[in-house]
């Protein structure tokens, strides 16, 4: 497994924007990595993944147009650029990292790294 340690989460005002950046302990090139975040009393859920090979991402729809997910291979880091913050952004966001993953990756891939979590909190 990889290890995770999210940064970048903050308190920002209805329309704000925020980065968040995953450093991870090695090279995550071939594997999936995602964003999710947890709401207040809700399951987490899926915001963002893309497969490392070739760039590929998908977005929950909440977030589709708002938010960026990239991933920077020689700094052993992933990001999240999020515009347009609303209210209902306010969550814990984690990163997550798959074992290699030889095609494209979605939320149901199998995510066994997790990092510790970093707070987004969305005023209006």
């Known amino acids: 497994q990889v290890q995770l340690v999210e940064s970048g989460g903050g308190s920002v005002q209805t329309g704000g924007s925020l980065r968040l950046s995953c450093l991870a302990s090695?090279?995550?090139?071939?594997?999936?990595m995602a964003w999710f975040r947890q709401l207040p009393g809700k399951e987490r859920g899926g915001v963002a993944v893309?497969?490392?090979?070739?760039?590929?991402?998908k977005y929950d729809e909440s977030v589709s147009g708002r938010f960026i997910i990239s991933q920077d291979d020689a700094k052993k880091t992933l990001y999240l650029d999020m515009d347009g913050l609303k209210p209902e952004d306010t969550a814990m966001y984690y990163c997550?990292?798959?074992?290699?993953?030889?095609?494209?990756?979605?939320?149901?891939?199998?995510?066994?790294?997790w990092g510790q979590g970093t707070q987004v909190t969305v005023s209006s």
């Open positions: 893309i497969w490392t090979s070739n760039g590929g991402t």
């Open positions: 997550a990292a798959s074992e290699f993953q030889p095609g494209p990756c979605d939320f149901a891939t199998p995510f066994p790294s």
């Open positions: 090695r090279t995550t090139y071939g594997h999936c």
